[in-house]
T-cell receptor, first 113, second 110 residues
Framework: NAGVTQTPKFRILKIGQSMTLQCTQD?????MYWYRQDPGMGLKLIYY???????DKGEVPNGYNVSRSTTEDFPLRLELAAPSQTSVYFC????????????FGQGTRLTVV | DQQVKQNSPSLSVQEGRISILNCDYT??????FLWYKKYPAEGPTFLIS?????DKNEDGRFTVFLNKSAKHLSLHIVPSQPGDSAVYFC?????????FGTGTSLTVIP
């Protein structure tokens, strides 16, 4: 079972470049999330989606954009990458409301230099 | 403002003994609480949860306790095993709001 798949696993970006982190899930979950984890910190919610076509901001949305055109896919777009966006990014999905168990991808380690 | 705190960044326990991980939160309206476990280079995996209508939930070696009046959550692992060595995050929330703690790194010494 694939679960939640994130690509790429690692990426180095130069300041000002842009990129898209891909996330796909095969569990037919309505809810999907993007988190970032900085060293020594908990996971911070960037954006989430409660279904195709519906997205909303989390705690730390600045510098990011998302879209949800299908149930399966929830890409995260970084425009004009900055060093402050160096982090590990996790995508997750859940079948129920936002407070139920979520399944996480393996993460994308992004470094902006 | 931190909505949730895990005040112990790390914890070491001998194999076979009890591990107790703690989590404090600020909002008395939070009604759903989860613990996740994370190994290096992997995403977090769900461990156990509890809702505000209960004060205890048990699953094998893992038990979560909720003290609503103190706004305190704890995870007990008995007996601890070397494979339990990981970072443990609590997640608390209600409605559309939910927050992760900063994590506690547990090391179980054989």
């Amino acid at each position: 079972n694939a679960g939640v798949t994130q690509t790429p696993k690692f990426r180095i970006l130069k300041i000002g470049q842009s990129m898209t982190l891909q996330c796909t899930q095969d569990m037919n979950h309505n809810y999907m999330y993007w988190y970032r984890q900085d060293p020594g910190m908990g996971l911070k919610l960037i954006y989430y989606s409660v279904g195709a076509g519906i997205t909303d901001k989390g705690e730390v949305p600045n510098g990011y954009n998302v879209s949800r055109s299908t149930t399966e896919d929830f890409p995260l777009r970084l425009e004009l990458a900055a060093p402050s966006q160096t982090s590990v990014y996790f995508c997750a999905s859940s079948g129920g409301r936002v407070n139920t168990e979520a399944f996480f991808g393996q993460g994308t380690r992004l470094t902006v230099v | 403002d931190q909505q949730v705190k895990q005040n112990s960044p790390s914890l070491s326990v001998q194999e076979g003994r009890i591990s107790i991980l703690n989590c404090d939160y600020t909002n008395s309206m939070f009604d759903y609480f989860l613990w996740y476990k994370k190994y290096p280079a992997e995403g977090p995996t769900f461990l156990i949860s509890i809702s505000s209508i209960k004060d205890k939930n048990e699953d094998g070696r893992f038990t979560v306790f909720l003290n609503k009046s103190a706004k305190h959550l704890s995870l007990h692992i008995v007996p601890s095993q070397p494979g339990d060595s990981a970072v443990y995050f609590c997640r608390v929330g209600g409605g559309n709001q939910f927050y992760f703690g900063t994590g506690t790194s547990l090391t179980v010494i054989p």
